[in-house]
């Protein structure tokens, strides 16, 4: 945004006054001038002079062409590999192009390059002129390479013949090699494919057709931004600041929370779920380190995590289920069992730790009438959510804190009962 009505003509000296033109715009009743680059149009001879411009185009393929056959010579004498399932793929410039199934690798055959097993058929593609192998026929040729462009792109193209005859059509096989320049990779076959029956495409991907402008990928199209500032009247320069510095105080607030908050994330180690310095647990007001005691073997630390208490169903705190790593839907599951199980009682869902295994606990509360036996039996029930309904897996204790009436001098055994909660 700017201040007050800006003057097109009062614009900073080192702003180049003949790359921009400046319009007032009128967005949602507010006033802008906007800054609008000149593009200049190549487009705009395009009309003119045509067929001298087409001549000197057919002239500048030729003369890509011929360059890009230049710097492919430097392939000959070497071969590339395809792979493709059972047959294998090798393309010798100048020579040909065969087709054959390669001998598994071991026992002295090498992984690369592959050796072609003489017991099954091979097939020539197709072949370059000048080849002075056996096979060669007089009717092999190859045509002159050509310049194609598709997409922006351009690339060479040589169509080979004199291949292997074929047994359906009766004609010798043929292939088309596309060249493409590829600046990021070595010299490879990117892919080949039978387009109709005995007739091939093959794709080479080489870095030595980049070295000519000709050939390099089309450059993406250049952006040009318009800028916009806002025109103010003079009574609204004292408002227009305010906001601005409300918004930098603001900004700087920010970016000074987020940078001490990276700085915290990624110093702060985490060690047995625990956040070491985190401050989650201990070291803030109202949160003290309890006082730690000697944990014998086998004895088990136990934590509810929901319970249902004259028909008011309580849970944990999301810290505690965070700890034990139990999700709100799995704990919803496990209540909902509970609720069926407990058939109107009150339960108790309990998370047992013992010598470094969780497990879930399921405890119910015993009828009034069981409670003032005089014998009363503990009942047990543990429920693990993932485990098959038909399993016979019910184990726990729920210890009742009761104690009969007795005369002081009356005998008989004293029974100690603890608060489960």
């Given amino acids: 945004m700017g201040k007050g009505r800006t003057d097109p003509t009062d614009q900073p000296e ?71 399932g059972w047959w294998s793929y090798s393309f010798c410039y100048q020579k040909q192009i065969k087709q054959f199934h390669a001998l598994p690798a071991g026992r002295g055959v090498p992984n690369y390059p592959p050796i072609e097993d003489t017991q099954t058929h091979s097939f020539v593609l197709g072949r370059f002129i000048g080849d002075k192998s056996e096979e060669e026929k007089p009717s092999a040729k190859t045509d002159v390479a050509e310049l194609h462009t598709k997409g922006g792109s351009r690339y060479l193209v040589q169509h080979l013949r004199g291949g292997t005859k074929c047994d359906l059509t009766g004609r010798e096989r043929k292939v088309e090699v596309q060249f493409h320049c590829h600046p990021q990779s070595t010299d490879h076959i990117g892919w080949i494919k039978e387009l109709t029956t005995c007739s091939y495409l093959m794709v080479i991907y080489t870095p030595r057709l980049c070295d000519d402008v000709a050939f390099l990928p089309p450059r993406q199209d250049e952006i040009h931004t318009i800028e916009c500032r806002e025109i103010l009247m003079p009574d609204e320069v004292t408002e227009w600041e305010a906001i601005k510095e409300w918004y930098m105080v603001n900004q700087l607030a920010d970016a000074a929370t987020d940078a001490d908050g990276d700085v915290a994330q990624s110093e702060l180690p985490i060690i047995g779920g625990i956040e070491v310095g985190g401050r989650k647990l201990v070291g803030m007001e109202g949160k003290v380190i309890e006082k730690g005691r000697v944990a014998s073997a086998g004895e088990e630390r136990v934590e509810v995590v929901a319970k249902r208490e004259k028909g008011e169903i309580r849970k944990t705190s999301k810290q505690v289920l965070k700890k034990y790593d139990i999700d709100a839907e799995k704990l919803e599951e496990m209540k909902n069992l509970l609720e069926e199980e407990a058939d109107g009682k009150d339960w108790t869902l309990q998370v047992v730790e013992s010598n470094g295994v969780i497990k879930f606990q399921g405890v119910f509360a015993e009828d009034e009438e069981d409670t003032w036996n005089e014998n009363p039996t503990e009942r047990v029930h543990e429920k693990d959510p993932e485990s098959s309904a038909g399993q016979n897996s019910k184990q726990g204790e729920v210890e009742k804190k009761k104690q009969s009436p007795k005369p002081e001098n009356s005998e008989g055994s004293e029974e100690t009962f603890k608060d489960e909660l």
């Fill in 14 to 84: 080192d702003v180049n006054r003949s790359s921009f033109t400046y319009e007032e715009m009128i967005l949602e009743d507010r006033r802008l001038l906007c800054q609008i680059p000149r593009v200049t149009n190549n487009d705009h001879n395009a009309t003119r002079d045509k067929e001298n411009n087409k001549a000197e185009e057919q002239k500048e393929l030729a003369r890509a062409t011929d360059r890009g056959l230049e710097l492919l010579r430097e392939m000959e004498g070497k071969c590339m590999y395809y792979f493709s």
